[in-house]
């Protein structure tokens, strides 16, 4: 089962110990009305885990997914178990706006982020 979302604004961010894509679908008005956040955190006493929220549900850890696939501007997520918090998806199917800061900040970021998780595709 696939759970597809789009969005019109990707924002990069680096913090002290966490690497993070954050994707958002904005109303007319600035608001974001849907959101996803990718976060990769990396702590002394813990192995790095990658943590998936989505309008304020946080779900992750080290072994959440399988493999990222990018192709143009649809970034697919595949998970190692079904995510109850999604329905049952296996899969997250991301697209976003082709524009020059989503680019960007995909560019500066995807790899960043997924490192060896990120298997296939093309830009």
Do not use: C, W
């Amino acid at each position: 089962m696939t759970d597809s979302r789009h969005y019109d604004t990707v924002a990069f961010d680096v913090r002290d110990n966490a690497t993070m894509l954050f994707f958002a679908k904005t109303t007319d008005e600035g608001d974001i009305s849907d959101y996803l956040l990718l976060m990769r955190t990396v702590d002394e006493e813990f192995e790095e885990s990658i943590y998936i929220e989505i309008n304020e549900q946080q779900f992750g850890g080290h072994d959440l997914i399988r493999e990222a696939t990018m192709t143009g501007n649809v970034l697919t997520l595949r998970l190692h178990e079904p995510a109850e918090t999604l329905h049952g998806a296996d899969e997250i199917v991301l697209s976003f706006a082709e524009t020059v800061d989503n680019l960007e900040s995909i560019e500066a970021g995807a790899f960043r982020v997924f490192g060896d998780l990120l298997v296939g595709g093309n830009a």
